[in-house]
């Protein structure tokens, strides 16, 4: 499959007229061909009158008909083998076996969703039968199921290339519900977003899906992203990306003569949580996954451990010694852009010159113009709580180490960090009484609370939560991985007095779907 420079409106492949825009090679920065045309406002017009056209026609198909589509999607990101690996690699600077990682977890999550409409759950059906003869007041026939919001606008995602991007969770859980998808690509993925995109649209003609199921524009600037979340079509956004940007999409929705909801997943330093029994227990262990979980693909996951915090004690200085050795033997790598490298070099530079804030550790020296070097700080409680810039992201291998006296000098710091995706204790069991002191606290701060582990691996499971209060997300009731990622776009309808035949087929009395339902505070479950 051959990279043209276009984009994809419906079954239409377009060449943009708002001004050409290329791909970065991650290593060099150099320009990629071919160039892309920019697209324009009467593409992003036409991509979203086409899904408003397809909706309701696309949300009433069969579940086994949308489940299809996500497995024919899942098969083409196969068969595009080492072609889309190598674009990948060439616009990202992330190792080939990592994408490879990355393309089956985009492959399992699109199988993932398949999985769930064929299981009929999704719909939520819920039955309360007639009760004519109730006194004081018979009670209607109420039966209610979920129904997709409408059309969604997705952004592509930086830092995961193909399993937050062109066919990745929002893409995956919006096509599940019943929504049309019009993507806005990143632009540093250009032409791995034009594969992917090249792969839906063919999905979508092969198993009958209505034109305007799928869409996919490319930006200049920033004209095409807000055309998006302002026309009237559109009914929800997924985004993951940068607090900045996801604020500046949140505003634009709550403009709108009608606001709609935006799943922006935004910043989050994940503390880790360095309990003493098992600091103790286990010093070199936890130095050394702190480690290889702070420079994991440069840093550049949304779940990397950016703060620890530990009480003074022999322990944390045996921690600190192990941590630092172990650090200083990393190698840089190459970040995903250059812009991102040089905010990382920015946020290193406010670390070096905060007051109260030392170097404990640095990797090893960068060879290559866009490489980043890891780094470890530290600071004690009170400087952090006098400063508030010490929490912000730093996106990329660095990492602050918080020095708390006691117990309740942590739990004050635990109760000013802003919302976080993830928390993480490490436990032994002579930590008890501080973890269960602690966990009221965490449960409100995070999405995902971890024990013994590290958060750099997201789970693409039904119990997953990818998610978390403000600033973390837009909205701390969703997640962005997961199973549930689905009721995002999805809404309850209820139905009262409807004659069995006019009723949707998952709330009709025979059950044809044989799918489970609630009826009169019932499971059934066939």
């Given at each position: 499959?051959?990279?043209?420079?276009?984009?994809?409106?419906?079954?239409?492949?377009?060449?943009?007229?708002?001004?050409?825009?290329?791909?970065?090679?991650?290593?060099?920065?150099?320009?990629?061909?071919?160039?892309?045309?920019?697209?324009?406002?009467?593409?992003?017009?036409?991509?979203?009158?086409?899904?408003?056209?397809?909706?309701?026609?696309?949300?009433?198909?069969?579940?086994?008909?949308?489940?299809?589509?996500?497995?024919?999607?899942?098969q083409g990101l196969l068969e595009l083998g080492d072609t889309l690996i190598e674009r990948v690699h060439l616009e990202s600077g992330l190792p080939k076996p990592r994408l490879e990682g990355e393309r089956m977890r985009t492959v399992n999550q699109l199988k993932l969703f398949?999985?769930?409409?064929?299981?009929?759950?999704?719909?939520?059906?819920?039955?309360?039968?007639?009760?004519?003869?109730?006194?004081?007041?018979?009670?209607?026939?109420?039966?209610?199921?979920?129904?997709?919001?409408?059309?969604?606008?997705?952004?592509?995602?930086?830092?995961?290339?193909?399993?937050?991007?062109?066919?990745?969770?929002?893409?995956?859980?919006?096509?599940?519900?019943?929504?049309?998808?019009?993507?806005?690509?990143?632009?540093?993925?250009?032409?791995?977003?034009?594969?992917?995109?090249?792969?839906?649209?063919?999905?979508?003609?092969?198993?009958?899906?209505?034109?305007?199921?799928?869409?996919?524009?490319?930006?200049?600037?920033?004209?095409?992203?807000?055309?998006?979340?302002?026309?009237p079509a559109v009914q929800a956004v997924g985004f993951t990306g940068s607090r900045r940007g996801g604020l500046a999409l949140v505003a634009a929705a709550q403009a709108r003569p009608v606001p709609i909801p935006v799943y922006a997943e935004m910043s989050s330093i994940n503390?880790?949580?360095?309990?003493?029994?098992?600091?103790?227990?286990?010093?070199?262990?936890?130095?050394?996954?702190?480690?290889?979980?702070?420079?994991?693909?440069?840093?550049?996951?949304?779940?990397?451990?950016?703060?620890?915090?530990?009480?003074?004690?022999?322990?944390?200085?045996?921690?600190?010694?192990?941590?630092?050795?172990?650090?200083?033997?990393?190698?840089?790598?190459?970040?995903?852009?250059?812009?991102?490298?040089?905010?990382?070099?920015?946020?290193?530079?406010?670390?070096?010159?905060?007051?109260?804030?030392?170097?404990?550790?640095?990797?090893?020296?960068?060879?290559?113009?866009?490489?980043?070097?890891?780094?470890?700080?530290?600071?004690?409680?009170?400087?952090?709580?006098?400063?508030?810039?010490?929490?912000?992201?730093?996106?990329?291998?660095?990492?602050?180490?918080?020095?708390?006296?006691?117990?309740?000098?942590?739990?004050?710091?635990?109760?000013?960090?802003?919302?976080?995706?993830?928390?993480?204790?490490?436990?032994?069991?002579?930590?008890?009484?501080?973890?269960?002191?602690?966990?009221?606290?965490?449960?409100?701060?995070?999405?995902?609370?971890?024990?013994?582990?590290?958060?750099?691996?997201?789970?693409?499971?039904?119990?997953?939560?990818?998610?978390?209060?403000?600033?973390?997300?837009?909205?701390?009731?969703?997640?962005?991985?997961?199973?549930?990622?689905?009721?995002?776009?999805?809404?309850?309808?209820?139905?009262?007095?409807?004659?069995?035949?006019?009723?949707?087929?998952?709330?009709?009395?025979?059950?044809?779907?044989?799918?489970?339902?609630?009826?009169?505070?019932?499971?059934?479950?066939?």
């Open positions: 499959m051959q990279i043209l420079g276009e984009t994809i409106i419906g079954q239409r492949a377009v060449r943009g007229q708002a001004g050409e825009v290329s791909a970065l090679a991650a290593t060099t920065g150099e320009q990629l061909t071919p160039s892309f045309g920019a697209s324009t406002a009467q593409d992003v017009d036409a991509a979203c009158e086409l899904a408003e056209a397809s909706f309701d026609r696309y949300r009433q198909l069969g579940d086994e008909q949308r489940a299809v589509f996500l497995d024919a999607i899942a398949a999985s769930l409409l064929r299981d009929g759950r999704w719909h939520g059906a819920v039955i309360d039968t007639a009760l004519p003869d109730r006194q004081p007041l018979p009670r209607a026939d109420l039966r209610q199921r979920r129904i997709a919001v409408g059309p969604v606008a997705v952004f592509g995602a930086s830092n995961f290339p193909l399993a937050f991007s062109v066919a990745g969770g929002d893409t995956a859980s919006a096509l599940a519900a019943g929504c049309p998808v019009i993507v806005k690509a990143h632009p540093a993925h250009l032409g791995t977003s034009e594969l992917v995109a090249r792969v839906i649209q063919k999905a979508a003609k092969d198993t009958g899906m209505p034109e305007g199921v799928f869409s996919m524009l490319i930006d200049k600037d920033i004209a095409v992203g807000q055309g998006l979340v302002s026309h503390p880790v949580f360095l309990l003493p029994a098992a600091l103790s227990a286990r010093t070199e262990n936890i130095a050394r996954g702190f480690v290889d979980s702070l420079v994991l693909g440069a840093g550049q996951f949304c779940t990397n451990p950016g703060i620890l915090l530990a009480l003074e004690s022999d322990a944390l200085e045996r921690f600190v010694s192990a941590a630092a050795t172990a650090l200083s033997d990393k190698a840089p790598s190459t970040m995903l852009t250059p812009n991102i490298h040089g905010a990382y070099c920015n946020g290193l530079n406010n670390l070096h010159k905060a007051a109260g804030v030392t170097l404990v550790a640095e990797g090893r020296e960068a060879e290559g113009a866009f490489q980043a070097k890891p780094a470890f700080f530290r600071t004690d409680s009170a400087t952090f709580l006098a400063n508030p810039g010490l929490e912000d992201e730093n996106f990329g291998p660095s990492a602050l180490l918080i020095v708390c006296k006691d117990a309740a000098d942590l739990q004050k710091v635990a109760a000013k960090f802003d919302g976080q995706l993830t928390v993480t204790l490490h436990y032994d069991e002579g930590d008890n009484a501080i973890a269960q002191a602690l966990l009221p606290t965490l449960e409100r701060k995070a999405g995902r609370i971890l024990f013994n582990d590290w958060p750099t691996g997201v789970e693409v499971s039904y119990s997953m939560v990818h998610g978390g209060p403000f600033p973390a997300t837009s909205d701390s009731r969703s997640t962005s991985v997961g199973a549930t990622a689905i009721d995002r776009f999805l809404r309850p309808v209820c139905y009262q007095n409807v004659p069995d035949a006019l009723l949707p087929p998952a709330l009709q009395q025979g059950n044809p779907l044989h799918t489970w339902r609630l009826v009169n505070g019932q499971l059934i479950t066939d």
